[in-house]
């Protein structure tokens, strides 16, 4: 149980274009996913937390024009990265919190997603 | 500001031999920690976790031991094996963030090689 999947696990796209990353919890309900980043050799960082029908919350310094959040359903949260530059390549991941069944305090994490722009 | 390190980014050790990983927090706030294991292009996958108000906890191999006072907690894996080679992010919740959402803060994470 508590398996999170996201769609596409990779992707290379061309400087000025958008991308769309998919994650989805499978065999729970999630009513918080989070979104990660990270850099090579280097920690995940939150990017922002994502809530069922409402707006996302984002951390400082990440800029939620760009990174666009949707979490229309409880087992589907989106990250669309808007005009996508190089800088933007990184590890993008997802985690969702199964609030039938784990602690209060536990993340199910993604796969995740590799994101190159060129 | 980093509330919480791995000073140690890679870790090498004899296969059987016990594996011990290293994570150090500044902010007392931290209620819960917990330990994932992540391979390459993997998302990373839940080992064990503690509570502030307790100073061990153990499942199979793997034991999390925390020093409040000290603000330290360690992961031991006994004893280490092949597949045990992965990086180990520690992760702490503070829960003055939002009880309900839960969000973690993960250290650098530490790169475990355990050597047939």
């Known amino acids: 149980g508590a398996v999170v999947s996201q769609h596409p696990s990779w992707v290379i796209c061309k400087s000025g274009t958008s991308v769309k990353i998919e994650c989805r919890s499978l065999d729970f309900q999630a009513t918080t996913m989070f979104w990660y980043r990270q850099f090579p050799k280097q920690s995940l960082m939150l990017m922002a937390t994502s809530n069922e029908g409402s707006k996302a919350t984002y951390e400082q310094g990440v800029e939620k024009d760009k990174f666009l959040i949707n979490h229309a359903s409880l087992t589907l949260s989106t990250l669309t990265v808007t005009s996508a530059h190089p800088e933007d390549s990184s590890f993008y991941i997802c985690?969702?919190?199964?609030?039938?069944?784990?602690?209060?305090?536990?993340?199910?994490f993604g796969p995740g997603t590799r994101l190159t722009v060129t | 500001d980093q509330q919480v390190k791995q000073n140690s980014p890679s870790l090498s050790v004899q296969e059987g031999r016990i594996s011990i990983l290293n994570c150090d927090y500044t902010?007392?706030?931290?209620?819960?920690f917990l330990w994932y294991k992540k391979y390459p292009a993997e998302g990373p996958t839940f080992l064990i976790s503690?509570?502030?108000?307790?100073d061990k906890n153990e499942d199979g191999r793997f034991t999390v031991f925390l020093n409040k006072s000290a603000k330290h907690l360690s992961l031991h894996i006994v004893p280490s094996q092949p597949g045990d080679s992965a990086v180990y992010f520690c992760a702490a919740r503070d829960h003055t963030y939002s009880s309900n959402t839960g969000k973690l803060i993960f250290g650098q994470g530490t790169t475990l090689q355990v050597k047939p």
């Open positions: 902010n007392s706030m931290f209620d819960y």
């Open positions: 503690i509570s502030s108000i307790k």
């Open positions: 985690s969702a919190r199964d609030l039938g069944t784990g602690t209060h305090y536990e993340q199910y």
